[in-house]
Each structure stands twice: as C-alpha cells, then as structure tokens.
C-alpha cells in the first residue's frame, strides 16, 4: 500500500511576504532613504530596489503621504505615452527631508568656534544679537494689539514665538507670569555657545518691557526653557 506523498520536496517554492505593518519603521527609513537619494520613485521602482512587492511598497508611501513626508506627482514624460494612467512618482517633502541627519548644528558650531577664536566672545555675542533681531521685529509687530496687560503681553508673545517654531505657552502665576519654549530650534549650538540663550533672553525682556530670570533651557538639558515673568509693582497707595 502506497503511502502519504512526499511533500518536503515537491518542487514548489512559496514566495513568502514578511508582514509589513505601519510602525514598521526601519522599512519606512529604507523607503525614505532610497526616494532621498533618488531624487523621485515610482512605486515600482521601490519595489525592484528593496526586494518588496508593489503591495507592501504602497503601504509605506500611503502612511507617508497621510503624515506630509512625500508627495506623489506624475512621472515626467519619458517618449509616447502609452495606454492607461500616468505613472506616478513619489518625492520628500521638505519635512520629510528633515527626518534625515543633517550637519547644520555641526557647521554653525565651526564657525563660531572660528568666530570666538578670531575675534573672541563678544564677537559671538555680537553675532547672536543680530540673530534675534529680526525675531524681535517679527514678534513686536505681532504683539501690537496685545495692550499693556502683562498676561495679554506675554501670551501675544507666546503665540508669536509658535509661529517661528517655539511651541510656546504663556500662564500666570502667583508672582507674575511664565513663558515657556518647548522647543529651541538652536539648543545644540547653544549649549556650547550661550550667548545664543542670552540674546534671546534680552529680546524677551524687551519685548515684554520687564526684566525677566531664566529658570531653564532646553540647551542645558531641561525639558523645556522656562523664563519667569515678575509681576509688576502695585503702586503705592495713598497715606
């Protein structure tokens, strides 16, 4: 009596997807990775390059798409086009581009080292003033309307700061305000250099027409710089 066939060599081979779900991030980074050094992909292309079906391919570029890393366009005419719809290729966009290394921090570090080492400190804190003076322009003109209340004030400010990429907040306290910067688009240069902090430090008093105490920076390794508000003097009553 024959038995069960042999079904460990059978000659058919299984072409088996490894599963590819959306928090799988290091298959992202690839797909970034090659559209960064590409320039502009197709689906396909991906595909051919990393070994993965158009599938498991697509999955990846529709998360992208849906959080702004890429943007699909259509391909360039490359001769006749042929039948059916234009191929599409995929390109980063510029927050895309921003998830990848860069060395800015590092080269605004060389050249201050340079700066210090010609000219000294001052000249550093020279530079880092005319680095904040366009801010302070920028923010005065959005503080206009804010009026003369120091809690209006400081939350104008606050909502100008986020505009320039702070992600800032005002609240009062009992003994006056607080300004707080969740990011600090300098905080690696400036924790060499906290001329940076200081310079930006005075802008904030003199945007806000107090003198005001840095508490912590985010340059220092706090999670958030936070600068104190003193409330302003009660006048005097009458004897």
């Not at 690839?30 to 391919?57: H, I, M, N």
């Not at 800015?104 to 000249?123: S, T």
């Not at 902090?197 to 904030?204: D, G, L, R, S």
Request: aromatic share 2%; net charge negative; glycine share 8%.
């Amino acid at each position: 009596m024959a038995g069960p066939p042999d079904i460990r060599n059978n000659d058919v081979v299984k072409n088996v997807e490894p599963t590819v779900g959306p928090t799988d991030e290091r298959t992202r980074d690839r797909v970034g990775r090659l559209l960064l050094e590409e320039g502009a992909a197709t689906a396909a292309d991906l595909s051919e390059r990393l070994g993965l079906t158009p599938a498991a391919v697509r999955r990846h570029l529709d998360a992208m798409l849906a959080e702004g890393s890429v943007v699909s366009r259509e391909r360039p005419g490359r001769g006749p086009r042929g039948r059916g719809r234009p191929a599409k290729e995929f390109v980063l966009t510029d927050a895309g581009r921003e998830t990848f290394p860069h060395m800015y921090d590092d080269l605004a570090a060389e050249v201050l080292r340079f700066l210090a080492r010609l000219h000294g400190d001052d000249a550093v804190a020279t530079f880092a003033a005319e680095r904040v003076r366009v801010l302070e322009e920028r923010c005065r003109a959005a503080m206009a309307d804010a009026g003369d209340d120091p809690l209006a004030r400081a939350e104008a400010l606050a909502d100008a700061l986020s505009a320039e990429g702070y992600a800032a907040s005002a609240s009062a306290l009992a003994g006056g305000g607080q300004l707080c910067q969740h990011h600090c688009p300098v905080a690696q240069v400036a924790a060499e250099f906290p001329q940076l902090c200081e310079a930006e430090t005075a802008v904030i008093s003199r945007l806000l027409g107090s003198h005001v105490q840095r508490l912590a920076t985010i340059a220092h390794g706090d999670g958030v710089c936070t600068t104190h508000i003193p409330a302003p003097p009660r006048p005097k009553e009458a004897v």
